[in-house]
């Protein structure tokens, strides 16, 4: 009994003045909250869609609350105001009306995908809350904005007092999800060892129940969900239960500056396009393969068209894809009609996307497809997954017109290449006429309008 009480006392004490401390340094913070909005946002050089609704939702509330600072909590330690203004312009062209204030995270590799090669999305999603408490004890915001997807922060964004705002892109875990691992599918996140596997897919499906359920009780904590599609919104309200806060509000996509591009272009040869980030669900293999497929049956005096990979690398795993990619094109003997473009200036990419006569798309629920609207409003025929976002919102056929293509197996998106290089020039201006139409939609002014709209119960507009 002695021995015992010699262990136990110490823990307890220990635990004691872990707690108090815990509770000190929230209690300090929520009565020194700073009067701003915070965003979560630890890749502030991701070069995606996320981080163009980033410097637009900074360029809506400055322009709502002029008063009101902007700050980014980032991971990259040589992001500064001044930089990160330049690269809203320079990669986006966003024009914010001043430098937003940057907190810089050391705790970022507790997110890494690379951290967790087992059960990644538990851990990633623990490792943020470990990353937002580093942030907000750093600074506590009125306003704590969530722009990347890290529901697990929001309880810990309330500890503190902040009011939580997020704009999800996509749920962390969705009832599709759930339901390729039941139906053992092996996709980019069900590994085939563990599909091939009875007893490890049902392991898993009670680890995505598991998931989903706290998923769930973490994400009804934000104040105000907005959500970028309608295949988003079915999913988060199922999983969040939070109806009454949840707002649709399509992203900013460059629609007016692309559509100055004009519609008749060079098709000899036809170049495609494919934009997006080097990620594995981005599946740029499949469309390598559709590509090298759609070559293989062009007839011989037609002239060989050529594919554009324009995307950008997060880490080292996404550079390791790169050159995965780039080995593949070599084994499938197209790698002389394969170009690469790697972290592009945002006036390149509108030169390529410019030349291009159709942009190819193959993300499985892709929650909503910036790249798929930024082709058809630059003149590109669209060939996207047909599923989610660019089956339920944008590749739908516009006064009656067909505005692209929809693919799902590799044979269906080489029979959608072809398609488009074998189409007369009238019957393609038309139809790139048609999609151009379609997205004018989901304009950047469009996202100002809603995200204004949706933000303003909370966050009520000071602009004078």
Known sequence: MAAYQFFIWPLITLLSALLLKISLQIFTARNHRKRAVAFFHPYTNDGGGGERVLWCAVKAIQDENPNLECLVFSGD???????????????????????????????????????????????????????????????????????????????????????????????????????????????????????????????????????????????????????????????????????????RVYPPCDTS???????????????????????????????????????????????????????????????????????KAIELKVDGDVEFHKNVMYRDLVQLLGGAVAGIHSMTDEHFGISVVEYMAAGAIPIAHNSAGPQMDIVLAEDGEQTGFLARTVDEYADAILSVIKMPETERFKMAAAARRRAARFSEQRFYEDFKAAISPILPSNST
């Open 257 to 327: 500056g692309l559509q100055v591009l004009p519609l008749e272009r060079p098709a000899d040869p036809a170049k495609i396009i494919s934009v997006a980030q080097f990620r594995p669900e981005k599946a740029h293999g499949l469309q390598l393969e559709a590509f090298a497929i759609a070559v293989g049956k062009l007839d011989a005096h037609l002239p060989r068209p050529k594919l554009r990979f324009v995307g950008s690398c997060r880490n080292k795993s996404d550079e390791e894809r790169l050159e995965h990619l780039k080995n």
């Open 77 to 247: 330690h040589d992001s500064s105001p001044d930089s990160l203004t330049s690269r809203a312009v320079d990669r986006f062209g966003v024009k914010l009306l001043r430098p937003p204030q940057v907190v810089h995270l050391n705790k970022r590799k507790w997110i890494e995908e690379a951290t967790y090669p087992r059960l990644t999305m538990i851990g990633q999603s623990l490792g943020s809350v470990y990353l937002s408490w580093e942030a907000l004890t750093k600074y506590t915001p009125d306003y704590y904005f969530d722009t990347s997807g890290y529901a697990f922060t929001y309880p810990i964004a309330r500890l503190f007092g902040c009011r939580v705002i997020c704009y999800t892109h996509y749920p962390t875990i969705s009832l599709d999800m759930l339901s390729r691992v039941r139906q053992r599918s092996s996709i980019y996140n069900n590994d085939d060892f563990i599909a091939r596997s009875e007893w490890l897919s049902r392991c898993k499906v009670v680890y995505y129940n598991v998931f989903s359920w706290m998923y769930g009780k973490v994400g009804a904590c934000a104040h105000l969900a907005m959500v970028n599609s309608s295949w988003t919104q079915a999913h988060i309200q199922k999983l969040w239960k939070i109806p009454r806060r949840i707002k």
